[in-house]
C-alpha cells in the first residue's frame, strides 16, 4: 500500500510538472462583472449614430494563465454572429492585458432608423503558432444605437393655397403639415409653425392653422403669399413652404380683367397671356369640385401647323448640331441626284421639299452609290411623314394592306426584306433581319419586329418620326417626344437571321413601296406625304437633336410644374398649342392660367393674328356648367426687316498667267445686313393678317431652332448696329453671263477651305454659274466666295466677263441685291509702237495714236515719267515725219488686226472720219470711272505702259498735263451697240 500511494503521488507531481512547463496548456478566457442567466459573460455598450466608437460596460479584457512564450499573449478578438452586416470590429489594444474597444468598422455607417439594437458574441485568441490554435470561452455583447437629431421638419408639401372671403375673420383658414424623419421620441416631434412673412395679418397656430387677425378686402389686397417655416422640439427649422391665400370678392361667374388682345413685339421671349385675368366661379347653388380650362392658340394656317420650317432641313439639321453623316434619301433634284424627279412635290420652297406618294405606283429607287444599304446596330432614321387611313381606293399594288414607307430588299433572285419601315392595320412596324456571319448566330433568336400602337400613324396631320437602334433597344420619338412602351402599344418578335446565301447578286433600297425581287415586282405602295426622310449609319442622334428638330418656334409656354397646387393638373399637346387646366377650386386654376405664356423664337415670325380660345367648365357633382366662352387674340406685330446687300468692286482684272492659275474675283465682295422697320400697328394689319390666316402657300418658310446659334435677333429699330446683330444666309448664286464655256472656263470652289473651317456648305457648279447652298453666318458665306477662283485657259481672247452675285436668308423670304462684277485680262508683254498725228481738234492739243495690235495692252491711265526728256526730243524730231505718215498707218493697222468682237460675233467698228485714239475696252471702263466713280472701281495701274500722250505734255506743269488728258478722255468715241 506504502508502494502504491508513493506511484501515485510521483505520476501527480510529474503530472503537473509537465502541465505547467507545456508552452500552450491553457485557453485564453473573457472576463465580465457582468453574466446572462447562463452565466455566459456580458458586455453592454451604446454607440451614438455618428460616433465610431462603442462605450462598454464593463470594460474588454481577456487573459491567458500560461506563462511563458506566445501563449500567455492575446492576439485578436473574433465577433460571430447569426445576421451579417455587423458593423463592428475590436481593436486590441494590449496584448498583455487583452483590453479591446468594440469600433465602427471602417467605411461603415450607424442609422438609428435602419437598425437600433446589434447583438452577437466574441472570442479572444492567444498568439501560439499556429496561429490562434486556443479560443477564449463565448461573451456575449449588445450594442444599443442612440438617435441623433440630423433631420429638420419638412412639409408635406412647398405650396399651399386657400380662398378667404373678403370681410371676414376665419380661425381656421388652411392646416399645414410638416413631418421629421428622425425615428426617436425625443427627436421627431413637431413643435410649432411660425409666419416669416412681414406685416401680414395673419398668425399660425402650434399645430398648423392660419387664421388671420383682422379683415381684409379683395380692393386692397387680392391675394396674399405668406412664407412659413417648422421646427422641431430640438429647434431645427425647415426648409421655407408658401400659402398662396386668394381673397374672394363678390360672386360673378366667368372670367374678368382678360385681354381682348395681346401684342406680340418679335425677339421679346416669353409673354404671358394675362397677369390679372380672374375666374370667378359663384358656389351658393351648388358645392365645386372641379374647374377645367382649355386654351387653345389656332396656329394649323400657318406651316405644318407651326411657324416652323424657315430653312431645308439639311439645314435645320446643322443649327440643331446634328450628325454630320446623316444621308437626305429624298433630296431636292440636282444635276448629281435626280432620282426624285418623278414623284409629286407641293408648291412650297425647295428648302422644305414634300413628297406626295399616290399609293399606287410612284416610288423612289435610292442609288447605292448615295449611300450603302447595309443597317448595322447602329443607326437613326428620322422622317416628317403625314398619313391618313386607306379608304380603300389605293389597293391596287397593296396586296397584303402595308404601305411601305421604307424598304430594303433582295435585288434578285430572292424577296427576303433585310430592314423595312411601314404601316400596317393602323400600326407603326419597323424590320431588321440581322445579316449574321458567323455560322453559330444563325440559330439564335432575336428580336426582328418592331410594332407600335400609335393613334399619330393615322390622323391625318403631320408628325416628325426618328427611330434610334441600339440593337436590340429600339426607340421611338414621334414629335420629339419619346414613345413610352407599354403591354397595349408596343410587341417585339423575335426571328431568325438571313443566312447567306449565292442567289442575291444586290439589294434595292426603295422609298414608297418594296422590290420584290423574286417576281421583280414593286409591291405595298405608301399612300401620304414624306418630307426630310434621313438616314444616319453606324451612330444614333442624340435626345436633344431630335428634340431641336421638332421644336415649334410658336407655342403656348407653361414652366411652373413643381409649383402647381395640391389637385390640379395640367397637359398639353405635342406641339404645345392647347392647354388643359384642371383644379379642385376656380384660384387654383386662374393662378394657373396666369403662368400660361406665348412664345415665338423665331426671329422673323410670320405676322398677323394667332386666334387664342378658352373654353371653361364647372362641374358640381355630376353637374356641369359651360362658362360664356371667351376669345381674345395675339397679334405678331411685323419685325425688322433684314435688308442684305452685297458690295465690292465691280471690276477686276488679272494677268493671263492669273487667269490660267485661277483668279478671286470676288476676294473684294463684302455682305452686311441693315435692317428696315416695319409698321406694328394692329390697326393697319389686320385684313393683312385675315389673307394670312386664310392662305397657306405663302406660309411655307419657318424656322428651325436657331437659339443653338445664339443668333436670337431683338427688336430692333433705326439705331439698331446690324453688325451686332447675326442672321443666317442659306444660298448664294453667282451667275454668269454669258454661260460659261466649260472647254475654256469655269469657276473652282475652294473645298479645302470649307473642310478646314468645317463649314457644312455645298456647292453646286453649272453652266450658268455656282451655287452655294445651306445655312450659315455670312462670315463663312463671304470665306467661301473670297475663295473662289475664276479659270480662263484663253486669257488673251477674253474680252469682258459678268457674274452676278445675289444672296438670300430662309429659304428666299429676304433676298439681296443683284451686284455685277466684270472680269478682264491685262496683259504687259510687249511696249506698244506709238504713232504720233496731228489731230486738230477744238482743245487743239496734239495727241497720239496706238496701233491696234497694241491697244489691248493699255489697261491703265498714265504711266512712268522715266526717260522724259529723251521721249520729248524723240517726239519732236519725228512730228513732221509722223503727220505724213499718220493716215497711212491707220488704214494699214486698221485692215491688219481688227479689234477683238464679243460675244455675238458683231465686230466693233472704226470711224476713221477723224483721227481719234483707240483705247482698250477695259480702258474705257477705266475712263468711265474717272467721270463716274461710283459705277466701277479703278485698278491698280503700276504694270500699266507708259503713257504715250506724254511725248506731248509739259514735264515740268504735271497739273496740266492731267487736265489735258481729262479733256481729250471726254473725246474719245468708243462704238459699244456691240455690247
Known sequence: MDKLLFYLS???????????SEPNAYAPEIISTLQNSRDIPLFRGSIQEDETTVHLEPQLFARDNDTVGAARLICRYEIVANRKNIPFEIELKNRETGEGVLKVREGEHLNFEKRKHYKFNIFAYDCVDPPYSKRSNRAVVTVKVLDVDKFAPVFDKTTYSADLLEGTVSSNIIQVHAHDDDRSPENSGICGYDIVSDDAPFLITNDGILQNTKSVYHTDHYSFILKIRARDCRGMVSEPAYINIMVKEKCRNGWTD????????????????????????????????????????????????CDRDTYSIISQRKLCGASDGSVDLLPAPTLTSNWTNAIPTDDGNDGDKIYAFDGETNHVVVPEGHVDHTLREHFTISTWMKHSPSDGTHTKHTHSGKEHLLCMSDGDGMSRHHYALFIHNGKLVFVLRRESAKESDLEVFKPAEWRWKISEVDDGQWHHYAFTMNFPELHLYVDGKLVEATQDNFEILDDWPLHPTDRVHFTKLVVGACWKGLDETY??????FVAGLSLLKDRTESERVIQCLNNCQENLDFTDLEDMPSGTSVSFNSDMTEFSITGRNASDVEMLV???????????????????????????????????????????EHSSKPVITVTGKNLVLGHQSELDTGLPVFKDVSIHVDFMLASNSVEDSEDESEEIGNDTSDMHDADANTSLLDNKIPAVDDSVDSSSTKILLDMCTVRAEPVLDFYVEHLELPKDDIKTFNMKLEGIETAAGLVILNADTIENYMT????????????????????????????GRFVSNEFEINVGARQVEEEPRVVPVANI??????????????????????????????????????????????????RAAHHHRRVPTNDNGQEMEWDNSELNIIVNPIDQELFEYEEHPHKATLPDDSDTDDDISECFQDDEDNDSSEEEMETAVKTLEWDDSAY
Do not use: W
Not at 10 to 20: F, H, N
Not at 523 to 528: E, K, L, Q, R, T
Not at 877 to 887: A, D, H, K, N
Open 258 to 305: 382678360f385681354p381682348d388682345h395681346i401684342e406680340y413685339t418679335p425677339g421679346t421671349g416669353r409673354h404671358t397671356l394675362t397677369d390679372s385675368a380672374h375666374l370667378q366661379v359663384c358656389e351658393e347653388s351648388c358645392t365645386v369640385d372641379r374647374v377645367t380650362v382649355k386654351m387653345t392658340l389656332q396656329t394649323k394656317h400657318i406651316g405644318k401647323g
Open 10 to 20: 510521483c505520476t501527480i507531481l510529474l503530472g503537473l510538472s509537465r502541465s505547467t
Open 523 to 528: 409591291v405595298d405602295h405608301f399612300h401620304g
Open 841 to 890: 481738234q477744238n482743245s487743239g492739243a496734239q495727241q497720239s495714236i496706238v496701233e491696234p495690235k497694241f491697244q489691248n495692252h493699255l489697261a491703265g491711265a498714265a504711266g512712268t515719267n522715266f526717260g522724259m526728256v529723251a521721249i520729248i526730243v524723240v517726239c519732236v524730231g519725228f512730228l513732221l515725219f509722223m503727220i505724213v505718215l499718220g493716215v497711212l498707218r491707220i
Open 594 to 636: 396666369r403662368k400660361v405664356a406665348y412664345v415665338n423664337n423665331r426671329n422673323f415670325p410670320t405676322p398677323g393674328r394667332r386666334n387664342l380660345n378658352i373654353r371653361t367648365s364647372v362641374h358640381c357633382g355630376q353637374i356641369e356648367e359651360i362658362l360664356p366662352l371667351k376669345e381674345s387674340y395675339i397679334f405678331v
Open 784 to 811: 467661301v466666295l473670297h475663295d473662289i477662283r475664276y479659270i480662263h485657259t484663253q486669257a488673251g481672247d477674253l474680252y469682258m466677263r459678268k457674274f452676278v452675285i445675289s444672296c438670300s436668308s430662309q429659304s
